[in-house]
C-alpha cells in the first residue's frame, strides 16, 4: 500500500481516519455494522442516481462470510483492495508516469479497449471525474469516482460506469450519452437479449402454436379443441413444433434492427442536420422495418407449426423450404409481409402512448411523484403491449393466413384484401380474433420471462 499512500500524498494515519469517516457515514446509528438497507441509505446520501446504485453488490463485495453484515474490518479489507486495483490501472493508463492522467492518455486507453469516443464525450468524461477542473485527473480524484464501484475495475466496466452516472439532465426526461450506441459491450446487450429472448419464446412456445393453429382456422374452433388436435400430433413435443426457428431468428433479428436502427439514425443526422438523441418516433419507427430481412424464417415457422403430418411425421426446415421454393418460388417467402409492416406503426404507437400514459398515472396517483420502478414499468409495458397487441391482430390473422397456405393451391389467397373479405364474409368479425386468448395469455410470462433473463444476464456479462 505504500504506492498507494504516495500517489495520494496521506500517511497511514490519514488513511485509516478517511476510512473510519466513511464507514460511520454508512453507519449512522453507530452499530459497528452495515447491512443492505444501510449501504443503500448511503448511496442515496451520496446522490447517487437509482440507476447506478450498487447496493446489493458493494454489500456482496465486502461481506466476506456472507452473513449479510459487514463490520469495519471487512469495509477496510475491501477499501484495500479496491484502492490498490484502481491504483494498478490508474498506472496503466499515466504512460507518462507524471502522476496523473491525461486526456489523450485516457482516449488512448480506451481506444485500446476497443471503444470509440469522440472530443467532446472525452471532454465530459474528464470533467465528470476532474473535481479541481484542471483538465487532469489525479489518482484522489480518480479514486473518489471509483472507490464505492464494486465490479472489476477494468476500462470497459469504468467506461461504462460513467455513462450510467453521467446522465444528462433534460427536464422531464434523461438521456445516456451518445457514446452507449457505439460501446465496445454493444455485443454483451445483443447476447443477453438474445437469451432472454430464447428463454421467453421457448416457456411461451405451446401459446404461440396455439395461437397460430387457431388463426388459420376457417371453421369454427374453440381453445380446447385446439389443444386435443396439437396433442394427437405428438403429445407434448407437439406444442413445441416450429420454437427451434423462433428462437434461432431472435439473434439476427435483434442484430439487424439494432444496427439498422444506429445507421438510420447516422443517416437522419446527417440529412436533417438533427442530434441524434432528437430523432423523432417516425424514424424509430422505420428502424422496425429491418426485420424483414428475417422475415422467410417467420414464414417457414408458421408453415412448421401447420403442416399437416402424414403418419406424424414432420418435414426437415430444409426440406420444406426446398418445396416452398420450388412450386412456390422465391416470393412464396415474403407472403403476408404487407400487413406485417403495417402493423408496425399503429402497434408501436399504440404501445407507446399508452406505455407513457399509465407511468405517468402511476407516478401521480400511486408513486406519489417518485419515478416508476422495474416492476411497475414492466406492468405498463405488459398492458401497453396487449392493448397495442389486441388492436392489430386482425393484422395477425391476416398475415399467418397468407404465410399458413401453399401459393399454388386452388383455393390460395390472392393477397390481404382477398383473405380480409373472404373471413368476414365467411367467419364475421369474430374471425379475426380467433387465437387471441392464448395470444393475450403470452404476454405477462413472455414479458416477465425477458425481463428476469435479460437482467440475470446482464449481471452475468457484468453489464449491471
Request: glycine letters at 8%.
Amino acid at each position: 500500500m505504500e504506492h498507494v499512500l504516495l500517489a495520494l500524498h496521506e500517511t497511514e494515519a490519514e488513511r485509516e481516519a478517511r476510512i473510519r469517516d466513511m464507514f460511520a457515514f454508512f453507519d449512522v446509528d453507530g452499530r459497528g455494522q452495515l447491512d443492505y438497507a444501510r449501504i443503500e441509505a448511503g448511496l442515496a446520501a451520496l446522490q447517487i442516481p437509482a440507476e447506478c446504485k450498487y447496493a446489493r453488490e458493494l454489500l456482496r463485495a465486502c461481506d466476506r462470510d456472507r452473513d449479510g453484515r459487514v463490520g469495519y474490518d471487512d469495509f477496510r479489507r475491501y477499501m484495500d483492495d479496491k484502492e490498490l486495483e484502481l491504483y494498478r490501472i490508474f498506472q496503466a493508463i499515466d504512460v507518462e508516469h507524471n502522476g496523473c492522467i491525461l486526456p489523450e492518455e485516457l482516449w488512448d486507453a480506451l481506444v485500446k479497449a476497443g471503444i470509440e469516443i469522440d472530443d467532446e464525450e472525452l471532454a465530459r468524461f474528464v470533467e465528470h471525474v476532474d473535481k479541481d477542473n484542471n483538465g487532469i485527473i489525479t489518482f484522489e480524484e480518480w479514486r473518489d469516482f471509483l472507490l464505492l464501484y464494486p465490479n472489476e475495475a477494468t476500462i470497459e466496466n469504468i467506461y461504462h460506469h460513467w455513462e450510467r452516472v453521467c446522465l444528462v439532465d433534460i427536464g422531464e426526461q434523461a438521456v445516456i450519452p451518445e457514446g452507449i450506441s457505439k460501446h465496445v459491450n454493444a455485443s454483451k446487450y445483443l447476447i443477453a437479449g438474445g437469451i432472454a429472448g430464447a428463454a421467453s419464446r421457448t416457456a411461451t412456445a405451446p401459446l404461440d402454436r396455439l395461437k397460430v393453429i387457431m388463426q388459420v382456422q376457417t371453421t369454427r374452433t374453440t381453445v380446447l379443441h385446439s389443444i386435443k388436435d396439437i396433442w394427437s400430433q405428438g403429445g407434448m413435443v407437439a406444442f413445441f413444433r416450429g420454437n427451434g426457428l423462433n428462437v434461432v431468428k431472435v439473434a439476427p433479428e435483434s442484430a439487424i434492427r439494432f444496427y439498422a436502427y444506429e445507421m438510420l439514425k447516422e443517416y437522419i443526422m446527417k440529412s436533417k442536420g438533427e442530434n441524434k438523441s432528437e430523432v423523432g418516433p417516425s424514424e424509430r419507427l422505420v428502424a422496425g422495418v429491418a426485420q424483414t430481412a428475417i422475415y422467410p424464417v417467420d414464414l417457414v415457422k408458421t408453415r412448421l407449426q401447420t403442416y399437416s403430418c402424414v403418419d406424424g411425421k414432420v418435414p426437415s426446415l430444409g426440406a420444406l423450404s426446398r418445396d416452398i421454393w420450388m412450386h412456390e418460388g422465391p416470393r412464396a417467402f415474403y407472403r403476408g409481409l404487407v400487413p406485417s409492416l403495417l402493423g408496425i406503426v399503429p402497434y408501436a404507437g399504440i404501445d407507446l402512448a399508452v406505455y407513457e400514459t399509465l407511468k405517468d398515472v402511476s407516478k401521480t396517483y400511486i408513486l406519489k411523484d417518485s419515478e416508476p420502478g422495474p416492476l411497475v414499468q414492466l406492468g405498463c409495458g405488459t398492458v401497453s403491449g396487449a392493448l397495442g397487441a389486441t388492436c392489430v391482430y386482425p393484422l395477425q390473422v391476416i398475415r399467418t393466413r397468407l404465410q399458413a397456405q401453399r401459393a399454388n393451391s386452388e383455393s390460395a389467397y390472392r393477397g390481404m384484401s382477398d383473405v380480409f373479405w373472404r373471413t368476414l364474409q365467411h367467419e364475421g368479425v369474430s374471425g379475426f380474433y380467433k387465437g387471441i386468448l392464448p395470444n393475450l395469455l403470452k404476454v405477462v410470462p413472455a414479458a416477465s420471462i425477458t425481463y428476469l433473463v435479460y437482467e440475470a444476464m446482464k449481471k452475468n456479462l457484468s453489464l449491471d
